[in-house]
């Protein structure tokens, strides 16, 4: 990955709806090879998914989310993959990581409602093997998600003229 | 009663735009490249630091020539970044924006009826300063074809035995245009055979997009004869701090901290907390304010262009300066019509020199969107005026 690489990834992150056309001017290339790179970079997997960031709270969706801290034991030979994988082919599961400190993997879920939510930690996280503890911290607001802040500031006033 | 203004400030023209000022209050959705200061919020850790030093009680008056940390930090920092050298005891004093520090480098250099060539086209209150300070302004012009540079034949034309000193800024407000070390040698060999000091304001010098900034003062034969300014404005979105700084030779220095001393006392604590923060940790939020700048000068000229507004490409700052003279008109009718029809306010060019003539300044330290939605704009007042 060089320089116009990563210009290339800053602004499909920031909106991937940038039209090839816009994104050759702003990143000083030929439309040809911005699809090249792009083509290139989705090969090698730098490119996941183009998708939106969503604030369901304000389009009206009244999911729940919370965030799970599971203890693990993990097993020779395989560590936390092996369990870590059989997590996240959850669905409800939305992003899961491996942490340092005081509890080992760290899920991110959603649900219809928090007693949904309850009903799949109990039934579906807790008595999976090799899982020795849980805990469940529902989200009660999110202010700022991949970057992007969600409650807005009101605008500074500026003059219209300064030289 | 008698007229009590003096004849001095009475001779300082009044500013060119004030009536543009007038029509952009009666609007409400001005989409604003009129205003040369960046749009974005100057970086959080760098206000963090000056809330908390206040919380701490930190509001006293700092030493006259601005706190030794700030000082110390400005010397590394020039050294790292433009390879320029200044002793943070003797020839640095931070000032209340680079504002007072052109006017305290003026007036510590300036007599009665000394000559000070200014290049221009350039900001608005160099040559106001000069006549304050009982000099003779006396402009030299950068042209479009040069690429709004400074070329030695133009400064050549402009020498006589009063002249004492130049001001010039490069990277250039309003035309974007730069000046590389080859451009300075040339400026550097007249400067020396006529005996001429240099005011180089630099503020926008960390706005440099195709190559590095190159400091005058670099070379050994300026170093001695040039006063460099420069400030946290621009580059770490620190207009309303109020932080600038002069760099010169220790006599020259110690001439200027006098006028510094008595007409500013010190620049403001809680800025130059917040200034010494924005070099300790700031710089990786500037660098990524500059490449946002790059890719809103790509944009916007490439824009520009395709309106048959001729703009060369700004090689630094952040201002477009196009070209109107396809639509026949004035910069200052242009700029008018345009804000009065579609209101998208922009400087004449006129107004910053009589090489800016034709020319309107645009400056694109605003988000591309509206950008985007400026140039749309433009393109329907191109149409309504074939």
């Excluded at chain 1, 060089?2 to 990834?9: C, V, Y």
């Excluded at chain 2, 000070?116 to 006396?138: D, F, I, K, N, R």
């Excluded at chain 2, 001393?261 to 990524?288: H, S």
Aim: proline letters at 5%; glycine letters at 6%; hydrophobic letters at 40%.
């Amino acid at each position: 990955m060089d320089e116009k690489d990563r210009i290339l990834l800053h602004l499909l992150e920031e909106n991937c709806r940038t039209p090839t056309k816009e994104l050759a001017v702003l990143a000083e290339m030929s439309e040809e090879d911005v699809k090249s790179r792009i083509g290139r970079l989705e090969a090698a997997g730098a490119i996941r998914r183009y998708g939106a960031v969503v604030d369901w709270e304000r389009a009206g969706d009244g999911n729940v989310a919370a965030v799970l801290e599971l203890k693990v034991s993990p097993e020779r030979d395989f560590g936390y993959d092996r369990i870590a994988e059989r997590i996240a082919r959850f669905p409800q599961v939305r992003s899961l990581r491996l942490m340092t400190g005081a509890y080992d993997l760290q899920i991110l879920v959603t649900g219809p409602s928090m007693h949904e939510i309850a009903r799949f930690v109990s039934e579906q996280i807790a008595p999976m093997d090799r899982i020795r503890e849980t805990a469940t911290h529902i989200i009660m607001k999110t202010y700022k998600e991949n970057g992007t802040t969600f409650a807005e500031r009101e605008e500074v006033e500026r003059l219209p003229y300064s030289f | 009663m008698r007229d009590f203004i003096s004849a001095r400030a009475r001779a300082i023209p009044p500013s060119g735009i004030r009536r543009f000022f007038d029509i952009a209050q009666t609007m409400e959705d001005v989409i604003s490249l009129g205003v040369g200061e960046p749009d974005f919020v100057t970086p959080w850790c760098v206000c963090e630091a000056s809330i908390y030093s206040i919380e701490q009680g930190s509001t006293a008056y700092t030493s006259n020539k601005g706190t030794p940390q700030l000082r110390a930090a400005i010397s590394r920092y020039l050294d790292t970044h433009f390879g320029t050298r200044y002793d943070p005891e003797e020839e640095i004093i931070v000032t209340c924006g680079v504002s007072e520090a052109a006017d305290i480098a003026i007036r510590a250099v300036t007599d009665p009826g000394d000559e000070v060539l200014v290049a221009e086209p350039c900001y608005v209150s160099y040559t106001p300063c000069v006549s304050l300070a009982g000099g003779v302004p006396v402009t030299v012009p950068c042209r479009a074809e040069d690429e709004f540079r400074l070329t030695p034949e133009a400064l050549a034309e402009s020498i006589t035995p009063k002249t004492k000193a130049l001001i010039a800024n490069f990277p250039n407000n309003p035309t974007g245009g730069v000046m590389q070390e080859a451009d300075w040698r040339g400026i550097a060999d007249l400067l020396v055979d006529h005996d001429l000091l240099l005011i180089s304001d630099e503020v926008y010098g960390e706005l440099t997009y195709d190559g590095n900034h190159f400091s005058p003062a670099r070379l050994p034969e300026l170093y001695e004869r040039t006063i460099t300014l420069n400030g946290f404005s621009k580059a770490f979105a620190m207009t309303g701090w109020r932080i600038g700084y002069l760099c010169a030779p220790p006599a020259i220095t110690a001439a200027a901290l006098k006028i510094h001393q008595y007409v500013a006392l010190c620049a403001p604590v809680m800025g130059q907390i917040a200034a010494y923060e924005a070099l300790r940790i700031g710089e990786a939020e500037k660098d990524a304010m500059v490449r946002e700048y790059r890719l809103r000068r790509n944009l916007f000229v490439d824009g520009l262009n395709k309106l048959g507004l001729t703009c060369h490409v700004p090689k630094g700052a952040f201002y477009a300066f196009p070209s109107v003279a396809s639509t026949g008109m004035t910069d200052v009718e242009f700029a008018e019509s345009l804000l009065r029809e579609q209101h998208v306010a922009v400087v004449p060019g006129s107004v910053l020199g009589p090489s800016g003539a034709g020319h309107v300044r645009c400056a694109y330290a605003v988000s591309r969107d509206d950008l985007k939605e400026a140039l749309a704009r433009m393109a329907t007042f191109l149409e309504s005026i074939k």
